[in-house]
């Protein structure tokens, strides 16, 4: 079965600790890969598309990457207002229909 | 406004009841998305609607989950004789064109089913 499996599932920074969260996929023919960020309470917000190895996208103090068979999401000197649940989520059999991880839950500490 | 609005933002029925969850997706957003977030879950998919037709129903968990959008904007998801199972975040979601992506998703309605 087609699975999006994200790791770890909770990290803790220091501010100013970068680190990285992994996101890997088992389908062939992937026609996209986006991750989202969620705050407690909220609706999930976009922050990238990825669609072919070696795509890198950046953000503020995130940067997206895409390999064959994962994604990354580098996060460069965190600061606390980082602090969010990171869903990556890949594109499924019809439009719209994105196959969300469970997410990594992280939190930065002053 | 700016965004997807969904309403209520809280949802409280007794096993057995029926609900509407409403949405309003962004002005002018051709597809609109339902999905639904179980505690410590990412969204699963439920269904999507591009204008008034509903394009795809294949992640609706029963036939007493029913969604609707007849004119093309607003969308209601109806859950008929509720079940504690049924107890999630149902999130909206909606995209500018015929290319669905990028979703952008309203706060949702939590629903408990007691």
């Known amino acids: 079965e087609d699975q999006v499996t994200q790791s770890p599932e909770a990290l803790r920074l220091q501010e100013g600790e970068s680190s990285s969260l992994n996101c890997s996929y088992t389908?062939?023919?992937?026609?996209?890969l986006f991750w989202y960020r969620q705050d407690p309470g909220k609706g999930p917000e976009f922050l990238f598309t990825l669609y072919s190895a070696g795509e890198e996208k950046e953000k503020e103090r995130l940067k997206a990457t895409l390999t064959k068979k994962e994604s990354f999401l580098h996060i460069t000197a965190p600061k606390p207002e980082d602090s969010a649940t990171y869903l990556c989520a890949r594109e499924g059999g019809s439009q719209g229909n994105l196959i969300f991880g469970k997410g990594t839950k992280l939190s930065v500490k002053p | 406004g700016a965004g997807v609005s969904q309403s209520p933002r809280y949802k409280v029925a007794k096993r057995g009841q029926d609900v509407a969850l409403r949405c309003d997706p962004i002005?002018?957003?051709?597809?609109l998305f339902w999905y639904q977030q179980a505690l410590g879950q990412g969204p699963e998919f439920l269904t999507y609607f591009q204008n008034e037709a509903q394009l795809d129903k294949s992640g609706l968990p029963s036939d007493r989950f029913f969604a609707e959008r007849p004119e093309g904007s607003v969308s209601t998801l109806k859950i008929q004789r509720t079940q504690q199972e049924d107890s999630a975040v149902y999130l909206c979601a909606s995209s500018l064109g015929q290319e669905a992506v990028p979703l952008h998703f309203g706060n949702g309605t939590r629903l408990t089913v007691t």
């Open positions: 002005s002018g957003h051709v597809s």
């Open positions: 389908v062939s023919g992937l026609r996209g």
